[in-house]
């Protein structure tokens, strides 16, 4: 199972955020603007909640193969950063039962 809590909020970040408290549970995420997209496994991102806090999840858990390989994209709008003299993102992730195989948070400039 790949879990990830992403936050993009606070005093750091004032241009975009998503605490995904609009998310409903075990329902595939479809936010405005972003893409969620299930390459390999059949996979999607779903929205999920745990002790008061929601988070966007991926879960390899029941997945076909041995071991089972997902490839998931969560895809956020295009956030864009001119004039921004320097920008951070911050977030944080749970995983259990991985194969090594975690998160892992790609920019790309176009």
Request: contains cysteine.
């Amino acid at each position: 199972m790949i879990a990830a809590d992403v936050q993009f909020k606070g005093a750091h970040c004032s241009f975009f955020e998503e605490d995904f408290e609009s998310t409903t549970s075990n329902t595939n995420i479809s936010l405005s603007g972003w893409k969620n997209i299930a390459e390999v496994g059949g996979v999607s991102w779903r929205g999920n909640h745990f002790g008061g806090t929601r988070f966007a999840q991926a879960s390899a858990f029941n997945s076909a193969g041995n071991p089972p390989v997902v490839t998931s994209w969560l895809i956020t709008p295009g956030i864009n950063l001119i004039g921004t003299p320097s920008a951070n993102l911050s977030f944080q992730t749970i995983d259990g039962f991985n194969n090594g195989a975690t998160l892992t948070v790609l920019a790309s400039t176009n």
